[in-house]
């Protein structure tokens, strides 16, 4: 099994949002309904309230289809929310769960909803090891590389990339994962966004929860070291931004003070920027 996953075999449990307790693997639901609501479980539900796998096969179907035709995310997560609730009662740790909480996750990450993407990353990370060659681990070892660095866990960072395997360190997603907690780690910050700019898959909306505030710590230390005055050119460069217009709109949105009417330096004497 992947070097990464040792870390989180028994990890899933302490997490938020999953019914593990009513866990019961000789339970087969009976229901037959496409969509369900999220239940709140006070005690273990009858074979009647939950789907069995065939019919959340047909449901996962059906709420793909609707997230492409409505993008309505409150209704989505609570249908992805209801199918994993419904895998987790009937103890259902196969290739269909991975297929499951990798999709919760992937729609989870577009609208940068960190706390459901975390619990979904957090079951992959226990489903991988019993589903040798199924979903894409090495993907999902990436962004969990990234989550540490939104939440600013350097330590358990650390500890990931350690047990990562031979063949792990080669694969070119995380690569870019890697290289992203080192650079962010030695606020190399050229680097950091250089890397942003090219983030492959759905590494980027993982960065986009990030990345502000790197951006404003990038330009603290630039108002430092740059004294008396830096280029707008220069931290256009630096900040990754696409062009001086993107720039602007942020340093305007900072009220940092320019040298000259133009705009093209800011006086870094005269410039404050909070973090």
């Known amino acids: 099994s992947s070097g990464i996953n040792a870390e989180y075999g028994q990890s899933a449990n302490k997490t938020g949002g999953e019914d593990y307790h009513f866990s019961d693997g000789h339970l087969i639901g009976t229901m037959t309904s496409l ?44 249908q992805l929310k209801s199918i994993r609730q419904d895998l987790i009662i009937q103890d259902i740790k196969n290739a269909f769960a991975v297929k499951v909480y990798e999709c919760h996750a992937r729609i989870a990450l577009e609208r940068l909803d960190t706390t459901e993407y975390n619990q979904c990353q957090t079951r992959l990370m226990d489903l991988y090891p019993q589903n040798p060659g199924q979903g894409n681990p ?92 830096i280029s707008v050119a220069k931290v256009t460069a630096t900040l990754g931004y696409p062009d001086t217009e993107t720039a602007m709109v942020y340093l305007d949105e900072l009220n940092v003070v320019f040298t000259n009417p133009s705009k093209t330096a800011i006086d870094c004497k005269k410039t404050t920027i909070e973090t």
């Open 138 to 229: 090495e993907e999902f070892t990436t962004y969990r590389i990234l989550y540490y660095v939104y939440i600013k866990n350097t330590s358990d960072a650390m500890k990931a990339i350690a047990r990562l395997t031979a063949a792990e360190k080669d694969n070119e997603d995380i690569r870019f994962g890697v290289a992203v907690f080192n650079a962010w780690s030695s606020r190399n910050y050229y680097r950091f966004f250089r890397l942003y700019l090219d983030a492959p898959k759905m590494s980027g909306y993982l960065m986009d929860t990030f990345v502000q505030r790197e951006r404003n710590n990038a330009m603290q230390c630039l108002v430092k070291a740059y004294k008396p005055a």
């Open 35 to 78: 969509e369900k609501p999220y239940l709140r479980l006070n005690c273990a539900p009858s074979a009647d309230q939950v789907r069995p796998e065939h019919i959340l096969v047909k449901s996962l179907t059906h709420v793909v289809t609707r997230w492409k035709k409505d993008q309505n995310y409150t209704f989505v997560c609570e």
